[in-house]
């Protein structure tokens, strides 16, 4: 069993005093950087029917070009039936990963939504596995650069293609 540290420390009052007002002369308060927010999106088709898309370099060169050196960058699927997820690029691996999916909730399983689809694709299994997977991630930026360790690339996950359009919505907080 692991340890586990807990520290309590006493809570410390803070007295805030009514703002004085500027500060006489040379010694007025610092300038805080504006935060800017920063939108762009990502599009592209899919041609499988569970297919992981390394959409690393992309992402890498948007943030390089945005003039942001810290802050943090949001990622969103905009669809029901697609994914986006940080995790090792690998070949075998990434085969290993469709293929779990695959097992998890098999496609051709006895979904009622398959009764009546919305939009007319047998899309069930699709919404199943999105339960398990993240809509969004969000990744820190430092010194202009998205902080990934060594192994980590960032995958559009598609779970119901093949799909002709496809988006990912990225949002960028930060300062110059």
């Known amino acids: 069993m692991p340890n586990l540290t807990v520290c309590l420390a ?4 803070i007295r805030i005093d ?3 007002g500027p500060l006489p002369g040379p010694a007025r308060r610092p300038q805080v950087p504006a935060v800017k927010i920063l939108r762009h999106r990502l599009e592209f088709a899919t041609a499988e029917p569970i297919q992981i898309l390394d959409i690393t370099d992309p992402v890498r060169a948007w943030v390089a070009q945005s003039g942001i050196q810290d802050g943090l960058l949001t990622l969103i699927s ?3 039936t697609a994914r986006v ?4 690029r690998e070949k075998q691996l ?8 695959k097992r998890l909730v098999p496609r051709d399983g006895d979904y009622l939504h398959n009764l009546a689809p919305i939009d007319g694709r047998d899309n069930a299994h699709s919404h199943l596995l999105g339960l398990f997977m993240n809509t969004a ?5 430092a010194a202009g650069a998205l902080m990934l360790g060594e192994w980590q ?3 559009f996950i598609e779970l119901d293609g093949p799909r002709p359009r496809r988006g ?3 949002q960028l907080l930060g300062t110059d």
């Open 10 to 13: 006493p809570a410390r009052r």
């Open 18 to 20: 009514p703002d004085p």
């Open 78 to 80: 905009a669809h029901t």
């Open 85 to 88: 997820n940080v995790n090792e």
């Open 94 to 101: 990434q085969r290993d990963m469709i293929t779990f999916l």
């Open 137 to 141: 991630e969000t990744i820190p930026v």
């Open 153 to 155: 690339s960032i995958f």
């Open 168 to 170: 990912l919505d990225l």
